[in-house]
């Protein structure tokens, strides 16, 4: 019978170390090794020798606090936000951009490899945001009683606990937004609605203020520009824009095709598609309300397979097993799938690829979401020709 593990081997809660920096790991903590051990610790930079205290051990790996930075790197820099380090919003702000999208891709890379068995070379370098600050029209702000201080705050959830990061201004949002978080300070969210979502709505676009848009319209030129490239290389004639939201790339694609349509459960964004189809004068292609995944086998005969592309743009939790059945039962020539969460594209193509014969002809990553450990991904997959 083999012996138990000795469980206190290794760091422990409270111990205080120090650790040399070996890579970054996905979510922006950087990651150390002591006896054996993987230890995170968040704000840190790959090549850097830091002093840390172990705030959290489990069976094979610990989390730390960084309490001094030793070594720093040479791609070390000042963050712009005072509150950077407390608050849960960025990861990166302390590493210079250009290091940034290094990391970025080396993390998409791993993550491709690991959970698809996919060669690298098939991730091309990332887009870069041409405003690295300023770019969110989209955050959410929470208000919490503050008990030691007998006060309300108004701010971000902190980045190692549930309680909120009083925030004066947001580094990363638009300029509109910090004016309206101002407005929120002074005037916080009721105690039994906490939370306010402030919000640039998009000057030529109809939308409910509920529905989902991208939150950096200065990287959308990029984000259609990419998607564009891959439907025009295939020479697609059709195409089915699944989970279509308010039809943003059905209605940035038209021109590049015969006939489309469009796909979405939520009846406001439907609705509001309609209007966006009208307003731009679009007339080859129509929007359907309903589940995706229900929906996909019959959209999908409608068309020839080897002349139809469907552009994919799910929720983080990616695609429900049934589509992917669907897609891998119709064959589509071509499968372009927009996501913000590389871990779940890399599942959902990898049951692609095994099961529905698709081949991936590269993936792009575009720098949706500077600052943040967060990632947005076009990946073109085509049908594997026979014969």
């Not at 824009?241 to 943003?248: M, Q, T």
């Not at 019959?298 to 059945?325: E, S, Y």
Request: one cysteine or more; glycine letters at 6%.
């Amino acid at each position: 019978m083999d012996a138990p593990e000795d469980h206190s081997a290794g760091p422990q809660v409270g111990d205080q170390l120090e650790v040399v920096i070996a890579d970054h790991a996905f979510g922006g903590e950087g990651v150390a090794r002591v006896d054996g051990f993987v230890v995170f610790v968040p704000f840190v930079a790959a090549g850097e020798t830091v002093s840390v205290e172990i705030v959290e051990r489990k069976r094979d790996f610990a989390r730390a606090r960084l309490l001094q930075v030793l070594t720093p790197s040479p791609e070390r820099t000042t963050p712009r936000c005072r509150h950077f380090g407390e608050c849960g919003g960025c990861q990166y702000q302390h590493i210079a951009y250009e290091a940034q999208l290094r990391i970025k891709h080396t993390q998409v890379q791993a993550i491709f490899q690991r959970i698809a068995g996919l060669p690298t070379e098939v991730i091309v370098p990332v887009v870069s945001c041409p405003q690295p600050y300023g770019y969110r029209n989209r955050i959410m702000v929470r208000r919490q009683w503050n008990k030691p201080e007998q006060r309300v705050v108004v701010g971000f959830l902190r980045h190692d606990s549930r309680l909120v990061v009083e925030v004066e201004r947001c580094e990363i949002a638009e300029p509109l937004l910090n004016e309206q978080l101002q407005l929120v300070r002074k005037d916080p969210p009721p105690r039994n609605a906490p939370k306010a979502v402030l919000r640039m709505m998009p000057d030529d676009w109809q939308l409910h203020r509920d529905s989902f848009f991208q939150n950096n319209f200065h990287m959308l030129p990029e984000l259609v520009a990419t998607v564009r490239h891959c439907l025009s290389d295939s020479g697609a004639r059709h195409l089915v824009d699944a989970y279509c939201g308010i039809g943003f790339f059905g209605l940035q694609l038209a021109d590049l095709v015969d006939s489309f349509v469009g796909v979405e459960i939520d009846t406001q964004a439907i609705r509001s598609a309609k209007a966006n189809a009208t307003q731009r004068g679009v007339s080859n292609g129509e929007f359907v309300l309903g589940k995706t995944e229900e929906l996909l086998d019959g959209l999908l005969q409608r068309f020839t397979a080897a002349k139809t592309a469907v552009i994919l743009d799910p929720p983080r939790v990616g695609c429900h097993a049934a589509g992917l059945t669907a897609l891998a039962r119709s064959a589509p020539a071509q499968i372009i799938y927009v996501s913000c969460h590389p871990a779940t594209l890399a599942r959902d193509i990898k049951v692609l690829c095994d099961e529905g014969g698709y081949v991936l002809h590269q993936v792009t990553p575009l720098d949706m979401f500077p600052q943040t450990q967060h990632i947005e991904c076009v990946a073109d997959l085509r049908l594997k020709k026979t014969g």
